[in-house]
């Protein structure tokens, strides 16, 4: 157990955990300067329904089974168990808001009442009243994962005697500095597209090196770094010989 505990917090793995996302954007990269931005294996790997939005869905399931399991052995840490019990819930509607809850496998027809939809599904995160949000909400997520970990232990340095369960918040609920590569490519990204214009967005006009697909991509880049934070602390936790009880 000792020597497992070692591997998974040695600095060889996190660091081949860190290159993973340069190394996947790299790849993309290559593909799109050797065969252009209109490559239809690119494509064809990014569209709806295709491989990278279904391994996304995949990723997202496995965070939500982590986070539920996070949050059982945080029973009696009613803030940690609330917020990895939220995680969980929101990870379980992410990852069935992608496959548009099986309207697409079922083919069926969103009902008269649900409100209007950028693309005509029963998804909330495509309604319109949303849809000036979103990339907003990429920002902060991908914001917050990226650079939680140099933040949030400030307040301790600020605030002294924050208890015994500021420092438990601190070990468990922030993801590490070895996964801030996925967050923070992501974060670029997503500001850079808050700026792009709308017809980008929708697909109606390429500019240059970036097209509307690359945002399957990075959510899928974003998605893996969320798994890893969660399956981190499902570790750190089922290694850990502190009291969490008491």
Do not use: C
């Not at 993973?20 to 209109?38: A, E, H, R, T, Y």
């Not at 420092?167 to 597209?193: G, N």
């Not at 929708?202 to 509307?212: A, M, P, T």
């Amino acid at each position: 157990m000792k020597r497992e505990n070692s591997f998974l917090e040695s600095r060889a793995l996190k660091g081949v955990i860190f290159v993973i996302p340069i190394v996947l954007i790299s790849i993309v990269f290559l593909i799109k300067i050797v065969s252009g931005i209109d490559d239809p294996f690119y494509k064809n790997l990014t569209k709806e329904d295709g491989v990278i939005e279904n391994a996304t869905v995949v990723v997202y399931f496995f965070s939500f089974i982590f986070s539920l399991s996070i949050a059982k052995q945080f029973k009696s840490k009613k803030i940690l168990f609330t917020l990895f019990l939220i995680l969980g819930i929101g990870f379980f509607i992410i990852a069935f808001e992608e496959i548009s809850w099986g309207q697409r496998i079922l083919d069926f027809e969103s009902p008269d009442w649900f409100p209007e939809n950028s693309q005509d599904e029963t998804t909330i995160h495509n309604l319109v009243v949303f849809q000036s949000y979103r990339n907003t909400a990429y920002v902060v997520v991908a914001f917050m994962g990226a650079f939680s970990w140099i933040i949030f232990p400030q307040i301790k340095r600020i605030v002294k005697n924050v208890g015994k369960n500021y420092e438990i918040f601190l070990e468990y609920a922030l993801p590490s500095k070895f996964l801030f590569s996925y967050f923070f490519s992501v974060l670029i990204f997503k500001l850079t597209m808050k700026f792009l214009p709308r017809e980008f967005i929708s697909g109606h006009i390429s500019l240059d090196f970036f097209i509307n697909y690359d945002s399957e991509f990075f959510e899928l880049i974003l998605a893996f770094g969320i798994m890893l934070f969660v399956f981190h602390t499902f570790v750190k936790l089922r290694m850990s010989k502190k009291n969490l009880v008491a």
